[in-house]
């Protein structure tokens, strides 16, 4: 398998490292718009098949994007960016007959009048839309497959294949006991991204009464996550599981929650307050005249990098899957989680946890492309496709993944 990695940053530098330890990949062009990072992180590498190089390319320049496609011959395209540019990258990957995958969709935008009760745009519906020229095409568009959405995703296939006969809730919930030292706010993975998913009206799905939107960081519970991170606060958040999940798995009702603690809510709330969450471009002044900006590119760029954090980051991440229903007759409760222990993940691969957690899953499912056991073409998120595969080659990976019995 030939692929076109669009990203050099913590997760596509750990895509990079994990996927050069497997023998499915023939080819990975790791592409950045700054070139020197695309190069650092191939020159890293332990790459002595010559498997990995390195080219400058912007991804919100579409045309460009399917040039490099075409001229490199590649067979899938394995999108590390932020969700900026997930339109752009999916279209070029269509244009030049290629495959996608992705671990975050296309974004939302909210209801113009009601915003906290009814949907607007939602996440991934401008890729559902084209979903029909991608099943003319013949090619796969793989989206959400990252950790969550992804692995969560696969946990609720799982779910619904092998241990319930009904589903009455799949509950994704996500928590953390990870500390950063030296930094009083450090978040762990893109802020870009985490302004965006947090502060947008989160989403949640009811059979009968479909999606529909409610406050951000609404019904706050305490979920005791395993391992040692013990009891989080988590509170509904906007993410793509719910827009994914009842596509193609029977659930009365399907929510997101994040464990993101009173002081990191704090700051996302002043950082709304200020105006500081837009994207829209002001205009600064600067040694060359105004300059345009947009605040949240300038909140990131503030703040340290996600992927710089791991040799002061201490503890666990946990991804998981919190499901209730029944089984012959009987009401049962599971957590389906993953857990990474940044120790563990910064000896064995250089990378802090969160990005390593994120980075694997979409490399699991690029070697079930490759190998032909996952098969598909259309816009599919993971639901779509057998759940055992993935989860035991993710153990193969070094991986491995727990259930919990909650009754």
């Known amino acids: 398998m030939r692929v076109l990695l669009v990203g050099a940053g913590g997760v596509g530098t750990a895509v990079t490292r994990i996927a050069a330890r497997r023998g499915f990949l023939t080819h990975m062009v790791v592409a950045d718009y700054d070139l020197a990072r695309a190069r650092a992180v191939v020159a890293a590498l332990d790459d002595p098949g010559n498997r990995f190089s390195a080219c400058r390319l912007d991804a919100s320049d579409e045309e460009a994007v399917r040039r490099v496609l075409v001229a490199e011959g590649c067979d899938m395209l394995l999108n590390a960016t932020d969700p900026r540019f997930v339109m752009p990258l999916f279209n070029a990957a269509l244009a030049a007959g290629s495959h996608y995958l992705d671990m975050a969709m296309s974004l939302s935008v909210p209801h113009a009048t009601a915003p906290y009760e009814q949907c607007g745009v939602k996440l991934g519906d401008e890729q559902f839309a084209r979903a029909a020229e ?28 092998e241990l319930f006969d009904e589903i009455e809730e799949l509950g994704v919930r996500d928590g953390a006991n990870l500390t950063v030292e030296g930094h009083g706010f450090a978040p762990s993975f893109s802020i870009w991204t985490t302004i965006e998913e947090c502060l947008n009206p989160p989403v949640v799905f009811e059979k009968g ?37 009842p596509r193609w798995v029977d659930a009365r009702r399907v929510t997101f929650k994040y464990g993101l603690g009173d002081d990191f809510i704090a ?25 345009e900006v947009s605040p949240r590119d300038v909140v990131a760029a503030c703040l340290p990098d996600p992927a710089t954090l791991g040799e002061r980051m201490k503890g666990k991440t946990c991804a998981g899957t919190w499901v209730q229903g029944t089984k012959d007759g009987a009401a049962r409760e599971v957590y389906l989680y993953h857990v990474v222990d940044n120790e563990w993940s910064m000896r064995e691969y250089g ?12 490399v699991v499912a690029l070697e079930l492309i490759a190998s032909g056991t996952w098969k598909g073409i259309g816009v599919l998120g993971p639901e779509a496709f057998p759940p055992r595969p993935f989860l035991d080659l993710l153990v193969e990976y070094g ?8 009754r």
């Open 267 to 291: 700051k996302l709330k002043t950082l709304h307050a200020l105006g500081l969450d837009s994207t829209t471009k002001v205009s600064v002044p600067g040694a060359d005249g105004p300059v």
């Open 399 to 406: 991986a491995p993944w727990g259930l919990r019995e909650e």
């Open 209 to 245: 009464r479909g999606w529909f939107t409610t406050e951000p960081f609404s019904e706050p519970e305490v979920f005791d996550f395993p391992e040692g991170i013990g009891p989080v606060e988590c509170v509904n958040v906007e993410h793509e599981e719910v827009l994914l999940m």
């Open 351 to 362: 990378s802090q946890a969160v990005v390593w957690q994120t980075a694997v899953n979409p």
């Open 134 to 161: 991608w099943e003319r095409s013949g090619r796969l568009a793989l989206v959400g497959m990252g950790v969550e959405p992804g692995l969560s995703d696969v946990f609720a296939r799982y779910a619904a294949d």
